[in-house]
């Protein structure tokens, strides 16, 4: 059984960076598709950053090209949202999630709980 925790996220201003944390259990950051996804409130979730798809470099979201980046770390149990040049719309509660489909559609098997993320204009 996979479990995955956030942390990290915190209430910053615009222009400030935030680095989110993801500690898994039962798989590793290696192991398959997994990423970031975000959920503002009132509105639907949408995913943020991808890695391990087909072996190609890591996918994001267009509004966070260029701010955000995807990594682990060496122990192959976190992940990480590098996060710069955080802007308002950007605030939401920031969930790791992954499963054998989230490469393909978005959809993921297991997620984490959540960390949320503020940023004040």
């Known amino acids: 059984q996979v479990f995955l925790a956030e942390s990290g996220g915190g209430a910053v201003q615009a222009g400030d960076s935030l680095r989110l944390s993801c500690r898994m259990s039962?798989?590793?950051?290696?192991?398959?598709?997994m990423g970031w996804f975000r959920q503002a409130s009132g509105k639907a979730h949408e995913f943020v950053a991808l890695?391990?798809?087909?072996?190609?470099?890591?996918e994001y979201a267009e509004s966070v090209k260029g701010r955000f980046t995807i990594s682990g770390d060496k122990s192959d149990r976190v992940m990480f949202l590098e996060m710069k040049s955080l802007k308002p719309e950007d605030t939401a509660e920031y969930y790791c999630a992954g499963g054998p489909k989230t490469c393909v559609s978005r959809e993921y098997v297991y997620r984490g709980q959540g960390t949320p993320v503020t940023v004040y204009s």
């Open positions: 890695v391990n798809c087909n072996g190609g470099e890591p």
């Open positions: 039962g798989r590793t950051f290696s192991g398959g598709p």
